[in-house]
C-alpha cells in the first residue's frame, strides 16, 4: 500500500487539488492507496465516490499538521506500507518513518534564500526522501539552486484527464454572450500579481485599435481582482474585458474552446512563481495556443513558436507583440492544432507511467 499526503484535496478547486486527485486517482488503478488530506466542508459526499481510502484531518491549522503526522505515524507502525507520496515538504516534516519517501515539489513552496531556517528545513526533507519529483525544468533547476541534491530530482509534469464531450447549452450560451466579439482573448486563473492580467490589459488598449471587436475574458476570482477591473475602467475598456466567476465548469470549458488564445504570461511576483501551469495544457486539449512568461515553468507546457509563445511578461511590448504575432494572418490556427496534438501527451494514461517507473 502507498500512502498519498497532501494539504490540496478536493472537493477543493486549484491547480494542486486537480494534480493531487489525478495522480491518487491513476495510481490507485495499479496500487492499493489510502489518501491522507485536511478537512474541507462538503468532503463526504466527494469522498463517497472515491475508489479509495480518504481521511480527513480537521482542527486549527497550526495543530493539524501535527496530528496528521501522528495519525500516520500510527498508522504506518499498523500496516505494511511501500512508500509515502507527498504533495509538499511540510507534509513529510514530521512523519517518523525508514519507509520510501517521494516528494512533489512546484517551485514557490521551496523558493526561500539558502542558508535561511526555512530553507534549511527544506533540505532536511528534501535530501532525505527516495525522489523529489519537480513539475517542470524550471522547479528542478531552482530546487538545484536551494542544494537538493541533483541526482534525487526527476521531471515529472502534472498530468490532465482527457476532455468530456462539451455541453451544447453551454456552448450555444457563450456564442449568445460573445456573438460579434471576435478576436478572443481568455484567462482562467486567480486574480494574483504573478498571472499578469495588468499586462495584457495594457496590450488591449493598442490591440483595439487594429482589432476593434477584440474582447478578454477573465475567468477566476482572487485577491487582484479590483484592481484589474480599476485597471480595466481607467483605461475605457469595459466593452472589451469580460469577468466570469463561480460558474459551472460545462460553461468554464465551453468559454476555453470559443476563445482563440488562452494569455497567461506570468512573472515572478516576490517569491511567487508559475512552476509548470496547467491551464496552458488544458486550454491546448481545446485546440488553443498559448502565452505564458520566460519566468517560470511555462516552457514545459508552450513549445515556442510551434504551440504557443513565451514573452518576458515584465515587458509590455513583448507581450502586445506576441498577441498581436498569433492574430496576424490568423497565426493561433496552425499554433492551436499543434497544441491540441502535443496535449496528448501530458494525459495522465501516459504521466503515471513516469510515475510507476519511480516507485517499482
Sequence with gaps: MYLIVTRSFPPELGGMQSLMWGLSKELSKNFMI??????????????????FSI???????????????????EFIKENKIEGIISDHWKSLELIK??????????????????????????????????????????????AIEIGVKEENII??????????????????????LLTVKTPRLITVSRFDKRKNHEKVIMALRNLKQIYPSIVYICVGYGDE?????????????????????????????????KSNIFVMPSIVHKKSVEGFGIAYVEAAQYGLPSLGGKDGGAADAIEHEKTGLICDGNELDEVYSAINLMLENNKFQE??????????????????????????
Design 155 to 176: 521531471v515529472i509534469n502534472p498530468g490532465i484527464d482527457p476532455i468530456k464531450d462539451l455541453d451544447k447549452k453551454s456552448l450555444d450560451k457563450v456564442e449568445s
Design 225 to 257: 481582482e479590483e484592481n484589474i477591473k480599476k485597471l480595466v475602467a481607467e483605461l475605457g475598456l469595459q466593452p472589451q474585458v469580460m469577468f466570469f466567476k463561480d460558474i459551472s465548469n460545462e460553461l468554464k470549458n465551453a468559454l476555453v474552446a
Design 97 to 142: 518513518s525508514n519507509k520510501k519517501k517521494y516528494c512533489l515539489i512546484h517551485s514557490k513552496e521551496i523558493n526561500h534564500p539558502k542558508g535561511t531556517s526555512l530553507n534549511k528545513r527544506v533540505l532536511e526533507v528534501l535530501n532525505n526522501v527516495e525522489k523529489v519529483i519537480a513539475n517542470s525544468k524550471y522547479t528542478k533547476n531552482l
Design 34 to 51: 489510502k489518501v491522507f488530506a485536511d478537512f474541507i466542508d462538503s468532503h463526504k459526499e466527494f469522498d463517497e465516490q472515491a475508489s
Design 55 to 73: 481521511e480527513r484531518v480537521g482542527g486549527i491549522k497550526l495543530l493539524r499538521k501535527y496530528r496528521k503526522a501522528q495519525l500516520i505515524n
Design 335 to 360: 499554433y492551436g492544432k499543434a497544441a491540441k496534438e502535443n496535449s496528448a501527451k501530458f494525459k495522465w494514461n501516459s504521466i503515471i507511467e513516469e510515475y510507476k517507473k519511480i516507485l517499482n
